[in-house]
């Protein structure tokens, strides 16, 4: 038997698919800020509320998942991912579920209103977001298969194909963040103060959830390179 697979057999307890888990229910919380806007758009605040309520709950049961984790991870030494790394990893997960909850959370406090002008764009840059948290997603999948391969090959080589995309990704969002303050900026006279304050405040949080998405991608990096 190859040593890998030796191996792979030896660590079989390690708590990948949980970890897994945990960022399909991430991924889930994140997607539905595209229905939350629309209903935004729409001033279907009824709809917006309804959405943020699953939002809260399925984060809820996420955080439940990384408490659970938290708890039970094994600390043996045999382990083919650190324990350390794997507690680091399912913080940066977490926090791209408390930051989509908190940009649905404000938008509902405050019944946001955004201009017609800038919606496009506002939904192209949420899109962009949601994307990276997709891929970042799609990363933490591979994790099993880079186990089985004892972290070499072809598969140590495609999940850096991933993580170099998960950058790409988040440097559109990047993109489209200064494109949506560029708008906002020429109408932001005849706007509310304290709504265009708001209003920069989302944006900020929206280009948050790449953000964090990608540090979930440089974890795995980490993980790699060890």
């Not at 991924?27 to 539905?32: L, N, V, W």
């Not at 509320?49 to 408490?67: F, H, N, P, S």
């Not at 989509?100 to 959370?105: E, L, N, P, R, V």
């Not at 391969?149 to 194909?161: D, N, P, Q, S, Y």
């Amino acid at each position: 038997m190859p040593p890998a697979n030796t191996f792979s057999k030896l660590f079989s307890h390690a708590p990948i698919r949980p970890l897994q888990q945990h960022m399909e229910k991430v991924q889930e919380c994140t997607e539905e800020l595209n229905p939350f806007f629309r209903a935004v758009y729409a001033n279907d605040w009824e709809a917006v509320e309804k959405t943020y309520d699953q939002i809260c709950e399925i984060e809820g049961l996420a955080d439940d998942d990384k408490k659970h984790m938290r708890l039970s991870l094994p600390k043996s030494l045999f382990m083919p991912i650190n324990r350390n790394d794997l507690l680091e990893m399912i913080s940066k997960q977490d926090k791209v579920a408390n930051c989509a909850k908190d940009i649905a959370g404000i938008v509902l406090g405050r019944k946001m209103r955004f201009p017609e002008g800038i919606q496009e764009a506002l939904s192209q840059y949420v899109d962009a977001s949601i994307k990276a948290v997709v891929e970042a997603s799609t990363v933490v999948h591979e994790l099993d298969e880079l186990i089985e391969t004892g972290f070499g090959g072809r598969e140590v080589e495609w999940i850096e194909k991933l993580i170099v995309r998960l950058d790409e990704l988040e440097t559109q969002s990047d993109k489209h963040q200064i494109a949506i303050r560029s708008q906002l900026h020429a109408i932001e006279n005849g706007l509310p103060p304290v709504d265009v304050m708001f209003m920069y405040k989302i944006f900020e949080l929206i280009g948050n959830l790449a953000d964090r998405a990608q540090k979930v991608g440089d974890q795995i990096h980490t993980i790699v390179a060890r």
